[in-house]
């Protein structure tokens, strides 16, 4: 089974600041991990995912994330944050080989303050 | 738009009637995810289909919910019999025959239930 853990239900940066959020993972085999970005009352968009292959994986929007196994984490971050960042973000997990079935974290909303 | 159609957007019920949820997939997509997102929590995985089949529907609550994806039309999630507890935003994926390509989500379909 997988499970996954978003540290911090709201973050807040200003802008041009760092972005971090972190996501811990777990899974008893080899996991697919993805960001997905939600804007309200819309649906979710796909940031980034991490399928096996490089362990820094590069998104939409200047978004990267990379996989560390040894600590069972896949933070998203980002540079410099911009005003149009503010959204609820959510990490998810599924076993490798297959990407239904998704496990999702209960999210993290970002605010940027001018 | 060739994305992810989900209708109607919002949908009220009283407790006791039929909640029907339609989603058409991306074009080219023949899988569809069902997802429910309660206030403050993340996407639950509920079921996935294929054309005329249910692959896993290991998420779907065992009464009063049910879900089809037929050979025309649009996928359908039916919740019979409302009750208060139903009222969540409900979001449909699809990915296409690959099921190791990422899922596209629609808007969802926010169910408030009076």
Redesign the interface.
Known sequence: AQS?TQLG?HVSVSEGALVLLRCNYSSSVPPYL?W?VQYP??????LL?Y?SAATLVKGINGFEAEFKKSETSFHLTKPSAHMSDAAEY?C?VTRG???????????TLLTVNP | NAG?M?NPRHLVRRRGQEARLRCSPMKGHS?V?W?RQLP??????MV?LQKENI??E??MPKERFSAEFPKEGPSILRIQQVVRGDSAAY?C?S?PKD??????????T?LSIL
């Open positions: 996954v239900s993805f997905y009352n819309q649906g979710l968009q796909l995912k399928t959510f998810a080989g297959s990407n239904y079935k998704l496990t999702f974290g209960k999210g | 992810v989900q899988h995810y997802y403050e929590e993340g996407l639950k995985f996935y692959i896993d290991s998420g979001f994926a990915s099921s190791n390509q990422p899922q596209h989500f629609g808007d969802g926010r």
